[in-house]
């Protein structure tokens, strides 16, 4: 039992095309297209659009049998704008609620540098991405391990940086896009709108600082350890031994 669970965990990668296409994309097209009268009518369509992402999300969750913070949270965020559009509450709270996801997920990398376990190594400094013990053990030998982790640090800083900005982003694009009441078709075509727009706007922005964070992550375990980068990577061949 144990040995099937941790080899599912091992061939598990994520499907960013798949993600879109089941979070984004679908839901989207049936927001806009679906919403009429004649068709789905507007609760219609809200309901079997958001039960896409709620359905791959609850799947990914339950087959692999992984907690993932940013995963709950995004299940939390398809049934808070379910709920708003159900119970045709006044669309100012889909604005508040689109800047709480990515808002609270900044506040916890911040407060996770109180603890033990900072946020930004289960996000980019784990053992999935890099080889986090020959870092280390390189770290020891140089002596260099409390400089590592205050640019560790410096990085965990800009890492809830890109959250904050989705939120900020998140609550214009909201405010901008969805002014129809709660509950109409007119709404559920502008929250489509808005989450089709939410990609280039705000997601793609995102991974580039991700990106921007990973690639200064990576120059400074390069300047402190002398490694290249394919022998800090995950599953690189272990260093000969004289």
Same mark, same amino acid.
């Not at 095309?17 to 009268?37: A, R």
């Given at each position: 039992?144990?040995?099937?669970?941790?080899?599912?965990?091992?061939?598990?990668?994520?499907?960013?095309?798949?993600?879109?296409?089941?979070?984004?994309?679908?839901?989207?097209?049936? @927001?806009?297209? @679906?919403?009429?009268?004649?068709?789905?009518?507007?609760?219609?369509? @809200?309901?079997?659009?958001?039960?896409?992402?709620?359905?791959?999300?609850?799947?990914?969750?339950?087959?692999?049998?992984?907690?993932?913070?940013?995963?709950?949270?995004?299940?939390?965020?398809?049934?808070?704008?379910?709920? $708003?559009?159900?119970?045709?509450?006044?669309?100012?709270?889909?604005?508040?609620?689109?800047?709480?996801?990515?808002?609270?997920?900044?506040?916890?990398?911040?407060?996770?540098?109180?603890?033990?376990?900072?946020? $930004?190594?289960?996000?980019?400094?784990?053992?999935?991405?890099?080889?986090?013990?020959?870092?280390?053990?390189?770290?020891?030998?140089?002596?260099?391990?409390?400089?590592?982790?205050?640019?560790?640090?410096?990085?965990?800083?800009?890492?809830?940086?890109?959250?904050?900005?989705?939120?900020?982003?998140?609550?214009?694009?909201?405010?901008?896009?969805? $002014?129809?009441?709660?509950?109409?078709?007119?709404?559920?075509?502008?929250?489509?709108?808005?989450?089709?727009?939410?990609?280039?706007?705000?997601?793609?922005?995102?991974?580039?600082?991700?990106?921007?964070?990973?690639?200064?992550?990576?120059?400074? $375990?390069?300047?402190?350890?002398?490694?290249? @980068?394919?022998?800090?990577?995950?599953?690189?061949?272990?260093?000969?031994?004289?």
């Amino acid at each position: 039992m144990t040995d099937t669970t941790q080899t599912t965990h091992a061939t598990h990668k994520p499907r960013p095309l798949i993600d879109l296409l089941i979070s984004i994309l679908l839901p989207s097209l049936i @927001l806009m297209k @679906l919403s009429g009268e004649a068709r789905l009518g507007a609760d219609g369509a @809200l309901i079997l659009a958001l039960a896409f992402p709620l359905s791959w999300g609850s799947f990914e969750l339950i087959k692999y049998r992984k907690f993932n913070f940013i995963a709950l949270l995004g299940l939390l965020s398809v049934l808070l704008t379910g709920g $708003i559009g159900l119970l045709k509450l006044d669309n100012h709270w889909l604005a508040i609620k689109e800047a709480a996801i990515p808002g609270l997920i900044g506040i916890a990398v911040l407060v996770s540098t109180r603890t033990r376990y900072p946020l $930004i190594r289960t996000l980019l400094f784990n053992k999935t991405v890099l080889n986090v013990d020959k870092i280390h053990q390189r770290l020891e030998q140089g002596g260099n391990t409390e400089q590592f982790e205050a640019r560790l640090l410096k990085a965990t800083y800009w890492l809830s940086g890109t959250f904050f900005f989705s939120s900020a982003m998140n609550y214009a694009l909201a405010k901008w896009i969805v $002014i129809s009441p709660s509950g109409s078709e007119a709404f559920n075509a502008e929250l489509g709108r808005m989450n089709l727009l939410s990609y280039p706007m705000i997601a793609i922005p995102s991974m580039l600082m991700l990106m921007a964070i990973f690639y200064y992550l990576w120059r400074t $375990i390069h300047g402190l350890t002398g490694l290249k @980068l394919e022998e800090v990577m995950a599953h690189a061949e272990p260093e000969q031994q004289p």
